[in-house]
T-cell receptor
Framework: DVKVTQSSRYLVKRTGEKVFLECVQDMDHENMFWYRQDPGLGLRLIYFSYDVKMKEKGDIPEGYSVSREKKERFSLILESASTNQTSMYLC????????????FGPGTRLTVT | GQNIDQPTEMTATEGAIVQINCTYQTSGFNGLFWYQQHAGEAPTFLSYNVLDGLEEKGRFSSFLSRSKGYSYLLLKELQMKDSASYLCAVTPMNTGFQKLVFGTGTRLLVSP
């Protein structure tokens, strides 16, 4: 079974702090994704990566950056956290071929105070 | 672009059948997914439709009509554990990296 893990289930940070969210997958998937999920807005894509050191902006990249130094690890960085970044953050991975089914991690509930 | 619509919330009774609809306006897509997400947990894959018609998998079935821009997820013999959100998503054409575009999800509440 594919396993996608995220470094924290719950995180509380202060406004202005730099925040790192880590995601690791164990199935050698090329594609990795970061989403945020908010009530009434659904899952929105922040960034995705299709290979090591490669990244593409999603629909809402403002205020975020990413890093992919190794194939299995994809990090989301909030350079200066703000209260409107309080959300559930979900990481996912998939193969580049086939139907594109994505496998999700358990999520990180981030609260910025 | 893509616009995906689902009802916000539905309620049903244990043992019943429920149909969750998903309509979309998109310039083109490869396939349509349904995911299940229990509260506080990760979305998990339920079904995938690429051709028109019905795909059956146990108690769950998914239907796609490309010409009508319409899909539904059918859940039979509802159980309490089916209380969850159900997410409809499409893979837009020509994205290259198999992005998914999600609807806002339908929260299903199953009562005894």
């Amino acid at each position: 079974d594919v396993k996608v893990t995220q470094s924290s289930r719950y995180l509380v940070k202060r406004t202005g702090e730099k925040v790192f969210l880590e995601c690791v997958q164990d199935m050698d998937h090329e594609n990795m994704f970061w989403y945020r999920q908010d009530p009434g807005l659904g899952l929105r894509l922040i960034y995705f990566s299709y290979d090591v050191k490669m990244k593409e902006k999603g629909d809402i990249p403002e205020g975020y950056s990413v890093s992919r130094e190794k194939k299995e690890r994809f990090s989301l960085i909030l350079e200066s956290a703000s209260t409107n970044q309080t959300s559930m953050y979900l990481c996912a991975s998939s193969l580049p071929s086939g139907r594109g089914e994505q496998y999700f991690g358990p999520g990180t509930r981030l609260t910025v105070t | 672009g893509q616009n995906i619509d689902q009802p916000t919330e539905m309620t049903a009774t244990e043992g019943a059948i429920v149909q969750i609809n998903c309509t979309y306006q998109t310039s083109g897509f490869n396939g349509l997914f349904w995911y299940q997400q229990h509260a506080g947990e990760a979305p998990t894959f339920l079904s995938y439709n690429v051709l028109d018609g019905l795909e059956e998998k146990g108690r769950f079935s998914s239907f796609l009509s490309r010409s009508k821009g319409y899909s539904y997820l059918l859940l039979k013999e509802l159980q309490m554990k089916d209380s969850a959100s159900y997410l409809c998503a499409v893979t837009p054409m020509n994205t290259g990296f198999q992005k998914l575009v999600f609807g806002t999800g339908t929260r299903l509440l199953v009562s005894p």
